[in-house]
Nanobody, 127 residues
Framework: QVQLVESGGGLVQTGGSLRLSCAAS????????MGWFRQAPGKEREFVAA????????RYADSVKGRFTISRDNAKNTVYLQMNSLKPEDTAVHYC????????????????????WGQGTQVTVSS
């Protein structure tokens, strides 16, 4: 049974930082492309970042480029999202997602390309 469990969300002031973690189980983690998405109230789920199997290739939404960093530790079956210079518009539930085994980057910004999802962690940025 695959499980993705996010942690690290919370309330932070504008300009602050948070580090999200996503612990995976039930996957051959080192062969799964991983991504982060987010969904604000009344809005559609949107792509944030993605990382390939080995962690050497990353992709970011334009809105977070230069502020967020995605990384992974395959020995710990964990993917991270370091979020710096947070803005109120970053407020959303942030979800970790995994593609099926062996699927690489490609359409990584499309939610439908991901097969497994976590329950999400709330990030709130106050102005």
């Amino acid at each position: 049974q695959v499980q993705l469990v996010e942690s690290g969300g919370g309330l932070v002031q504008t300009g602050g930082s948070l580090r999200l973690s996503c612990a995976a189980s039930g996957l051959t983690f080192s062969r799964n492309t991983m991504g982060w998405f987010r969904q604000a109230p009344g809005k559609e789920r949107e792509f944030v970042a993605a990382i390939n199997w080995g962690g050497g290739i990353t992709r970011y939404a334009d809105s977070v480029k230069g502020r967020f960093t995605i990384s992974r530790d395959n020995a710990k079956n964990t993917v991270y999202l370091q979020m710096n210079s947070l803005k109120p518009e970053d407020t959303a539930v942030h979800y970790c997602a995994a593609k099926r085994l062996g699927y690489g980057l490609g359409d990584e910004n499309t939610a439908g390309e991901y097969y497994y999802w976590g329950q999400g962690t709330q990030v709130t940025v106050s102005s």
